[in-house]
């Protein structure tokens, strides 16, 4: 599997030589298959949002490298075209929605594109009902009078509008009723299913991206603490009680099982996973003994 995501040694400095300087990333090396899910964690003020800037060009490295879709973000003239193949969702919707309608937001970027009118509409038009909003009539509708829940919707609409290699969405869930936090969790299912899109999703609740991530990128204070499979993160109990994670209550029975010194998967991923491994386990304590001859 190709990297579509290499960072080497990122350093990133805010506001450097000012009395207002701040290392907001330190020394991070981490790398993504294309078509992989990447969970980033991290209490307030790791980095979280910074690293996630540095994935589609809007700030690039003081120091370090960053190649994303095989673009150095270093290089002025590589970075601006990103946003072509990096599509960003602030935490925040009122942060990138400008337009005067819902179908001119969710337009504006295939039209920057240069497609035709045709291809944008059906783009337009995808992207809403994908998200929940049914085209006619949310299109003629003013984003600032929607509701929180619904501009977040809005905002990622106009970022699958584009057809992105990559997702990264910050905070997704966020202001989000249950029937909004399906739809984006069912967006980020069909993308995994698509080994060829990419996704990455911060967040700062773990049971959020256990079940989705194929790797976890764990940030504290500008530091990487940890990057690798989810199986290797429940099996770290000592980075578990640093940060006082609460795994879900399927991956807390599969533990408390192996705990017991009973043979189990420790790196199943979700409840359908942990179902299967759970019958497996009974059907095996259940099966009489033979006894030794």
Known sequence: MSNI???????????????????ALRDI????????F??????????????????N?????????VRVCGIDTSV??????????????FQYPEQQIFEASVYDEVSYGPRNLGLDESEIR???HDALEKVGLAPDPTSLLSPINLSGGIRRRVAIAGILALHPEIMVLDEPMAGLDPRGRRLVLDIINRRRENRNETTVMISHNLKE??????????????????????????????????FRFELPDYLQVVQALADRGIKVDTGIKDMNEAGSELIRVLSER????????
């Open 76 to 89: 002025k003239e590589q970075r601006t075209g990103l946003w072509k193949k990096v599509g960003l969702v």
């Open 122 to 124: 059906d783009r337009v």
């Open 209 to 242: 991206i256990l079940a989705l991530a194929d790797k976890i990128a764990i940030l504290d204070r500008g530091a990487l603490v940890f990057f690798g499979g989810v199986g290797e993160l429940q099996a770290d109990s000592k980075l578990l009680a640093r």
């Open 5 to 23: 995501i290499e960072i080497q040694g990122l350093n990133y400095t805010y506001l450097p030589g000012s009395p207002y300087e701040h290392r």
């Open 286 to 293: 259940r099966q009489p003994q033979t006894p030794s001859p």
């Open 38 to 55: 990447l969970g980033v964690f991290g209490p307030n003020s790791s980095g979280k949002s910074t690293l996630a800037k540095h994935l």
């Open 57 to 65: 060009g809007l700030v690039y490295p003081t120091s370090g490298t």
């Open 29 to 36: 090396s981490l790398s993504l298959g294309r078509g992989e």
